[in-house]
């Protein structure tokens, strides 16, 4: 973002990658997996880079406002200082705060799930899918993630996403406004489960296996470890691979 | 003459004690904090009618929807009865809607029978689902003792009503050679065939008395049953909040503070606040919000929220039940003793005991455990599942601001994660740079 801004330019839109699409092995292979079609399809974004920090998020759920506060404000200030006016995120926890709690803190901006953006680059014909592409006619089930689904409202994006890769897509009897959480909301990713029978994410990934689907669709980097996490509980990570949106339309598009 | 005067007597005191008891209710939800409640008007009416009157949410579990539907609208058109025994009552006078009315009378008690033995099936199958079923929801460790007996009790006082109005109907059309009419006691009437006239309007009186002194008990019973949601889902309705539900309430003074340390401007800084007295987030009812406080008068512990509630259903003590069952039983608690009058209730003895003056030395935090709060996902399943609009969540979040903020503590894992943030702006500590990622594309 530095450099197009001291270039003069103003990018269409700003990629957020966030801390675990920065640092998480796993998640990484998402941010890339996203660049890679923005790049396909021609369409110039920016990243904060070094100048991003965590939105505040799992600081603010667990309690902690002062730590949500610092980390907010300055974001909020870094994003006004380079004009942004649309940002796009691969994570809905990233997501939810940009769009519904930086507004309370002067930070005003179009945000859209990497899901909506997507979406939209599909059915305006910007992302092309292959014929008879890498998931066609396999069993894929979606997990909504509670910060895009529930507290969203956004089902039908990511969905007709998946439609697009000529897959059977299988639903789980939760999910939509009943999805069952991975179990990582919350800031409970950042620490130990409270006693218990079982971890939620074993049961959501029981669920999810239990549909006889060979890929897990998730749209959310903490949903992608939880539920890989499960399968291998389960001693399923051969059968059944667990994939972000992006990296299943990366998978099975028309690049070049 | 002597029925009127006693039914004048005991309706009089039936309902001057039940508003009392309405206006305690009142007091202990005004006990929580103002918060002012913004957003489209419309929307709100909206809410009332889609989700208190037409029952919406209701209708996501087919079961209960359909049999809670029989009931509530067999209570709600019973209601326009309900003003035909006050008029006789008072009056002295016997149906006195029949003559003026004649066929429609016939239609509408008719219809409020057809209502009523559909009612009776609701009951009984929701007898069955709490006691020979034993559905998991309504038999949480929250249930035990009183919430138990407390629905168990509401069902009876309706088998009760059914059972009077039933008795009254049927012995009236026996005694007047079926010329009412009624649709259901038609059938009901020839049991009583052959029985002299005194004894069927003893039977009559027995019925019409029976029943409008279980709704008088009714009434009465509201405060202290979950029953009050008949009243209160369409107040707590209205007043849900409008926000997006991934918004958490702005703290405008950590806000400024934080603000001041980062050297950024902040709006009406004239006003400046000492932080180190600041309580942040909530730990008793006087810290929570009077809307949190109404939504636990609201709640009927039908345990929706807590059977679709991650941490619950994988074992942990979380329920989400639970925590707006505390939230209602430590404002009764507090309703009670500052009734009292006692004055070692209060935070300084040389003043009277007050809302603004009141410390028993406890809070919510006897009520609900460190485990529960910690233990939450913030998924928001049970604010999607409650079908009145009750947010368990919002408490949950101002306890857990309350234990970080105000006492520092916490869970102990969260630490890490807090120092990382603040100092390097990231949820992990990392030695790497944050587009590190990139030199891979």
């Known amino acids: 973002m530095a450099e197009m801004a001291a270039e003069g330019r103003e990018p269409e839109i700003l990629f957020w990658v966030g801390c675990a699409g920065s640092f998480d092995a796993r998640a990484q292979k998402v941010t890339k997996a996203f660049c890679q079609i923005l790049d396909a399809v021609g369409m110039p974004f920016a990243i904060l880079g070094n100048e991003e920090m965590c939105t505040g998020d799992p600081a603010r759920r667990a309690g902690n406002e002062f730590v949500f506060q610092m980390l907010a404000l300055q974001n909020v200030q870094t994003l006004n200082g380079y004009n942004v006016k649309k940002i796009v995120t691969a994570c809905p926890h990233c997501f939810n705060t940009l769009k519904n709690e930086y507004p309370a803190l002067g930070g005003n901006y179009e945000v859209v799930h990497h899901s909506q953006l997507l979406q939209e680059l599909i059915n305006t014909g910007r992302i092309k899918m292959q014929e008879g592409g890498t998931f066609k006619g396999k069993k894929i089930t979606y997990h909504d993630s509670c910060y895009l689904g529930r507290v969203n409202g956004v089902y039908e994006a990511p969905r007709s996403v998946l439609a697009s890769l000529d897959a059977q897509l299988v639903e789980m009897k939760r999910c939509k406004t009943n999805g069952l959480c991975c179990g990582a909301g919350g800031a409970q990713m950042f620490k130990e489960d409270e006693p218990g029978d079982k971890r939620i994410n074993l049961e959501r990934a029981e669920e999810a296996l239990g549909t006889g689907a060979t890929v897990i669709a998730a749209n959310c980097p903490f949903c992608l470890t939880m539920m890989q996490d499960g399968v291998k509980a389960k001693d399923k990570q051969d059968d059944v691979m667990v994939y972000d949106l992006a990296e299943l339309i990366v998978d099975s598009m028309v690049k070049g | ?441």
């Open chain 2, 1 to 441: 003459m002597i029925q009127q005067v006693l039914f004048v007597l005991i309706a009089g005191a039936s309902l001057g004690y039940a508003a009392l008891q309405f206006l305690k209710i009142r007091r202990n939800i005004k006990l929580g904090k103002d918060e002012s409640i913004s957003g489209d008007t419309a929307e709100r009416w909206r809410n009332v009618l889609l989700v208190a009157l037409g029952q919406k949410k209701m209708f996501s579990r087919m079961i209960p929807a359909v049999l809670h539907l029989f009931i509530y609208v067999a209570f709600v058109i019973t209601q326009v009865e309900l003003i035909e025994i006050f008029v006789d009552g008072i009056t002295g006078q016997h149906r006195v809607f029949w003559p003026p009315l004649g066929g429609f009378y016939t239609f509408v008690i008719s219809f409020i029978e057809i209502l009523s033995v559909l009612a009776l099936v609701a009951t009984i199958a929701f007898l069955a689902r709490r006691n020979i079923l034993r559905l998991a929801r309504f038999h949480k460790p929250e249930m035990k003792g009183w919430p138990f007996k407390d629905a168990n009790y509401i069902l009876f006082l309706e088998l009760a009503l059914i059972f009077f109005i039933f008795l009254m109907n049927s012995a009236d059309m026996a005694r007047h050679q079926n010329e009412y009419g009624f649709v259901v006691s038609q059938f009901l009437s020839p049991i009583l065939d052959g029985t002299g006239d005194g004894t069927l309007h003893l039977l009559e009186r027995i019925g019409w008395w029976g029943h409008i002194l279980v709704v008088f008990a009714f009434l009465n019973y509201l405060p202290i049953s979950k029953h009050l949601h008949v009243i209160l889902a369409f107040p707590n309705t209205y007043f849900a909040r409008l926000q997006p539900r991934g918004e958490m309430d702005n703290m405008p003074e950590v806000m400024n503070e934080v603000k001041n340390m980062l050297g950024l401007p902040v709006e009406n800084a004239g006003a400046e606040v000492n932080m180190d007295n600041l309580e942040f987030g909530a730990n008793d009812i006087f810290s929570l919000s009077w809307k949190n406080v109404l939504d636990a008068y609201s709640c009927t512990e039908c345990g929706r929220c807590t059977s679709v509630c991650p941490a619950n259903l994988t074992g942990k003590k979380l329920s989400p039940r639970k925590i707006v069952m505390d939230i209602r039983d430590r404002a009764d608690e507090i309703g009670k003793k500052l009734d009292s009058k006692d004055v070692q209730y209060a935070k300084d003895k040389s003043q009277a005991l007050g809302a603004a003056n009141f410390d028993d030395g406890r809070s919510l935090f006897d009520y609900i455990s460190r485990e529960e709060i910690h233990a939450c996902t913030t998924c928001n399943a049970c604010v999607e599942a409650c079908p009145v609009l009750i947010s368990p969540l919002e408490p949950i979040l101002k306890l857990r601001r309350y234990e970080i903020l105000s006492l520092s503590e916490g869970p102990s894992e969260w630490l890490p994660m807090f120092n990382s943030m603040e100092n390097n702006g990231a949820v992990w500590a990392m030695s790497v740079e944050r587009e590190a990622w990139k030199s891979e594309l």
